[in-house]
């Protein structure tokens, strides 16, 4: 189906929360709380509430925030989705709990606490978890903000994938937020992508890489990843119950049906400022590959995945220390030099795109640059075997950035 919307024209972000007690700091099972029922008496899946739309995610206790139709500008966003975080917040007080930022609860235990979704689609959960068992952390804690570009046609689909191919491996370096897992430091920045990739190990095909191939057009998409993820999947779900769209857990996925590429691999962060301040980054880098600043199309395309996956997984142990020590990735953006600390980078790119970004979140992502990823400064305030009180104080200030809309400083 082709989209109403040319490349760019459109975007839509989806922000995921977990929901913890007040009291405990532990996740607590209860979305049902903010969604509420229907006129029958029936629990609702997703509400809309003017422009913002709410959902379940799975898991009962995480809690989706999205743009309810695709919008056009960034601009007003973050007061939107902090609207409705706080009025989200209002309902939860009635059960002493609260929305927590952060791609993954520190100290969850999935294998005992995972309470997945009971109401609609709830079939397609319960196969899920059949097929692969979610009771784990890459399907029951990993809260991430989703960004759907949108584009129309095969010229149009074959210029943003390969710009977002591009985009992938940096984005732990300004995003990771997910540094802890069972209570201690994983040794790894993004602990959410580095357990997301491994998640579906039983059917690989699913996840490939996590860097899409370079695949250019709706037909080489089907044949090189959906038809591969079909036949995969077709022993596993004889009720053919999951859609080949949903199924395909790359770092971005094709959504043709839509008309956009989602772009899946940023972390949540402390607030929808720095959400939204992230994702107007994305969309800028992606316009500069777009319009030839940088690297040709030619050059862009032919860019290897081998090497893009090696960068990613720089970037998801150290963040924004990672070294990129690929010479040929950084000549794309016009750097001659044998390596670069990914933090250098990111600010090079920031400095040749700044004027596509709103005033207020290129004040956000110098702060951002400047202080260095949520993880890092995380880590560097914790530590690697934080107590569980600990835990609890400094995490319960990222939930007071959340509903004060700031930032951890």
Avoid at 86 to 113: G, I, Q, R, W
Avoid at 169 to 196: C, H, M, Q, V, W
Avoid at 291 to 308: D, H, M, P, V, Y
Wanted: with cysteine.
């Amino acid at each position: 189906m082709d989209s109403p919307f040319h490349l760019f024209e459109r975007f839509g972000l989806e922000l995921e929360y977990m929901i913890v007690s007040k009291e405990t700091g532990k996740v607590n099972p209860c979305v049902d709380v903010v969604l509420g029922k229907d006129e029958k008496g029936e629990n609702l899946s997703d509400l809309e509430h003017g422009v913002v739309g709410l959902s379940n995610e799975l898991v009962a206790h995480v809690l989706e925030f999205k743009c309810a139709e695709p919008a056009k500008s960034f601009v007003g966003w973050s007061k939107k989705f902090h609207d409705e975080i706080l009025a989200a917040n209002e309902k939860l007080k009635s059960v002493n709990a609260e929305l927590l930022p952060t791609a993954a609860h520190p100290f969850m235990d999935p294998m005992c606490e995972t309470k997945l979704w009971p109401y609609d689609c709830n079939e397609i959960y319960e196969a899920y978890n059949r097929i692969f068992d979610c009771r784990g952390h890459g399907w029951a804690n990993l809260q991430s903000t989703h960004l759907n570009v949108s584009f129309q046609g095969d010229k149009e689909f074959g210029i943003l994938h390969a710009a977002i191919r591009l985009l992938l491996p940096l984005i732990p370096a300004i995003a990771a937020s997910s540094p802890y897992l069972d209570g201690k430091f994983t040794g790894y920045k993004d602990a959410r992508i580095e357990t997301y990739r491994h998640n579906q190990e039983k059917i690989p095909s699913i996840t490939g890489q996590v860097i899409p191939e370079a695949v250019f057009t709706e037909s080489d998409y089907n044949k090189v990843i959906f038809e591969k993820i079909k036949k995969d999947i077709a022993p596993f779900d004889t009720d053919h119950l999951l859609n080949h769209f949903f199924l395909n857990s790359r770092g971005a996925i094709a959504r043709f049906d839509r008309g956009a590429i989602e772009i899946r691999l940023v972390d949540i962060q402390e607030c929808p400022k720095a959400d939204v301040a992230i994702a107007e980054f994305e969309m800028a880098f992606l316009k500069a590959f777009a319009n030839g600043i940088f690297a040709s199309e030619k050059e862009q395309q032919a860019f290897e995945t081998g090497r893009l996956v090696k960068i990613l997984f720089a970037t998801v142990k150290d963040a924004e220390s990672a070294e990129i020590s690929d010479k040929k990735y950084l000549q794309l953006f016009g750097i001659q030099k044998d390596s670069m600390k990914a933090s250098e980078l990111l600010k090079f790119i920031f400095n040749r795109v700044r004027e596509n970004i709103s005033k207020e979140s290129q004040s956000v992502l110098e702060k951002i640059l400047s202080r260095g990823t949520l993880a890092s400064a995380l880590v560097k305030k914790l530590g690697a075997n934080p107590s569980r009180e600990n835990f609890i104080l400094e995490y319960s200030k990222l939930a007071k950035c959340l509903s004060e809309n700031s930032l951890y400083e």
